[in-house]
């Protein structure tokens, strides 16, 4: 391999190795019949294959040498691509057949014949096709030769008026209409027809993509590729279920979640379809990614996947009956103009209008009765409580050190945690933290976030806090930090303020920047039976603050959202705890930045099975994290942040 990459976790790269060959054995199992069968399900599973290829590729990046892995995921995005397409033509015509066969009334059918604009036939080389009637035995016109009734019916199109009746006297033209009983057939076979000449045409490009990834040996080259990692991991008898492995997990589920329930503020109104594909999009997402690290799970998440693929299929299906009712308007144009150039009128096309008419009304109204069903089945998600329990459920290995502590230890021995936060980049200030939480028997520590801002060490500080494997959530400021780069325009103001997210991002190397970006917002633990919520600001925002002044109301509405024992934030950079009903508030104060006028690290300390709570501070070494301010050309302004102990705002006022 010519690209160079550093393999994170040599778990974590077994994991990724070993569902990754499954997805290619899957995608070379379905290849072949893409492009010789006719059967519909080849193109389905192929495509099926190709995206959950993609899906886990996202995620693995970081286990595949940068120059290789951009090139073999450009081949497997040309296959998805070039199946798109052919896969919903070969939806739409499955799912039209199903319909006109139990919609369908008994009386007259169809039938096609082939013919070009001019209305000449050419059997070897069919681009449009003109639709004829013809009756069911029972009619009267039943008894006149087909080839008699075709050229009757042209007539009447072309030169309505008169025509030779069976005994070769003149009358006047029937009427070409279909009965009642039967109004809808041929608009949907005229649909059915274009479709299927639309899915033929596009073909040869499914094959030529399909043997374009099989010329690139791409399958081939990854296989090898996976396999020598496979091999390496089983002389070295590695274990996939690392702490990396399931911190990766977490977060990368967690990411996945938080991008559908971003979604469900649109779920009250049915008019807001574009934002109900993109939730659509997300659900898809979100359940490829749990299928991704289901593996490393018991029971392999298959409840969990199970609520996912139903919500799914609620979503796609209302998708598909909006893209029929945008489609069928545009069809509708469409074939109108081609009847209009074919005939030299809009007779015929009256024909095939009703049953166009009453597909697009029956998508309409099933999207209606999906929307409801959707809504019905989002809220027993909610009162089953599935994103708690599968938060639950990913979170609990992140605690393998602890759990190993509760397994060993007896049962009425107590659990200390060190809830930490607002670190700032003052790397020296946190190693004195952790140092001291680990004197006082701290088992586990958690992070409320802000990692990075205004001290002369991130890069530093974000991989410490990994190497620890902390438990955390992002701050807005990381958050503010990651956009500098691309929305200049919210950054702040202030000069010194937007130095530092600038400086920051240059700072921080690209395997810190992608990890900081996986982190969730927010994040559910269970600790002995008691359920911890660990955010930067509040339950609703990561920019609101949970202070003194925060009134009862509002934290009982935050209690009332998360159902949890133990709200933790940070953000105010002061020490705050309070009990509201049965549940505590702890705000973890600052490591690095405290706003209070004490330059001394601070965070708290959880105890459980007893329960106590107090925050501690911390002397750290100042000077250093001063001098290394100094040394990099950082503004006096930050080195005054920690010498004082003292907000930005109120460094620069008294200046």
Not at 116 to 125: I, L, P
Not at 549 to 573: E, M, Q
Request: proline residues 4%.
């Amino acid at each position: 391999m010519s690209g160079k990459y550093k393999c994170p976790d040599k778990g974590y790269c077994l994991y990724a190795a070993e569902y990754m060959t499954s997805l290619l054995s899957a995608l070379a199992a379905e290849t072949e019949g893409v492009k010789y069968s006719d059967d519909i399900e080849y193109v389905h599973r192929c495509r099926v294959a190709t995206r959950r290829l993609r899906a886990a590729m996202s995620v693995f990046e970081e286990c595949f040498p940068k120059k290789e892995f951009g090139v073999w995921l450009k081949q497997i995005k040309g296959i998805t691509g070039s199946l798109g397409e052919a896969r919903d033509r070969d939806v739409q015509v499955d799912f039209l057949k199903g319909f006109l066969s139990s919609e369908e009334q008994h009386g007259s059918k169809v039938f096609f014949i082939a013919g070009d604009a001019a209305g000449k036939t050419n059997q070897a080389n069919v681009s449009e096709t003109a639709i004829i009637p013809v009756y069911s035995e029972d009619d009267d016109r039943a008894e006149v030769p087909v080839v008699s009734r075709i050229v009757n019916f042209f007539r009447h199109i072309f030169s309505p008026g008169t025509v030779k009746d069976k005994n070769g006297e003149t009358a006047l033209a029937p009427e070409y209409n279909f009965r009642a009983s039967d109004p809808y057939t041929a608009g949907i076979e005229c649909l059915i027809t274009r479709l299927e000449q639309k899915r033929k045409s596009i073909q040869p490009e499914v094959i030529k993509s399909i043997e374009s990834f099989e010329k690139s040996k791409t399958a081939e080259k990854m296989g090898t590729y996976l396999r020598a990692m496979i091999v390496e991991a089983d002389l070295n008898q590695t274990d996939i279920h690392s702490p990396y492995s399931f911190e990766k997990a977490f977060y990368n589920i967690t990411l996945a979640e938080e991008g559908l329930y971003w979604y469900e503020r649109f779920l009250k109104d049915p008019s807001l379809v574009k934002r109900h594909h993109e939730m659509r999009i997300s659900a898809k997402k979100f359940r490829y990614t749990i299928e991704t690290y289901s593996g490393l799970y018991e029971g392999e998440l298959k409840d969990q996947i199970k609520v996912m693929k139903k919500l799914q299929d609620y979503l796609g299906d209302m998708h598909d009956c909006d893209v029929w009712a945008a489609f069928l308007d545009d069809f509708i144009d469409e074939e109108r103009k081609r009847n209009i150039e074919f005939f030299g009128n809009d007779r015929f096309f009256m024909f095939v209008l009703p049953g166009l008419n009453f597909l697009k009304e029956n998508r309409i109204s099933k999207r209606t009765e999906l929307y409801t069903e959707l809504l019905e089945y989002w809220d027993g998600m909610k009162k089953e409580h599935f994103r708690e329990d599968l938060g639950s459920v990913i979170s609990l290995p992140l605690q393998s050190s602890l759990n190993r502590i509760i397994d060993s230890s007896p049962e009425d021995s107590p659990i200390h945690i060190a809830l930490i936060g607002d670190v700032h980049a003052n790397l020296p200030a946190l190693e004195a933290v952790l140092a001291d939480a680990k004197e006082r028997g701290a088992a586990a520590v958690i992070n409320t976030g802000d990692f990075i801002g205004y001290g002369a060490f991130p890069d530093q500080t974000v991989s410490k806090i990994r190497a620890e494997h902390i438990i955390s959530v992002i701050g807005n400021y990381d958050l503010s930090v990651l956009k500098s780069r691309t929305k200049k325009k919210s950054l702040p103001k202030n000069r010194h303020k937007r130095f530092a997210m600038e400086w920051a991002y240059k700072e921080l190397s690209d395997e810190n920047k992608r990890y900081l970006r996986l982190l969730p917002k927010n994040l559910s633990l269970m600790v002995k039976g008691m359920s911890l919520y660990v955010t930067h600001g509040s339950p609703d925002s990561i920019k609101d603050y949970i202070n003194e002044t925060t009134p009862n109301d509002l934290l009982r509405s935050y209690i009332s959202g998360t159902g949890a024992d133990f709200i933790i934030t940070g953000h105010t950079h002061t020490q705050y705890a309070k009990k509201i009903d049965d549940t505590w508030f702890i705000n973890t104060g600052s490591v690095g930045r405290p706003d209070d006028g004490d330059p001394r690290a601070c965070y708290a300390m959880l105890s459980l099975n007893p329960f106590s709570l107090y925050h501690v501070r911390v002397p750290y070494d100042v000077e250093r994290a001063v001098e290394e301010i100094y040394r990099k050309n950082l503004p006096e302004s930050f080195a005054r942040i920690f010498r004082e102990g003292k907000p930005l705002d109120i460094i620069m006022y008294s200046d």
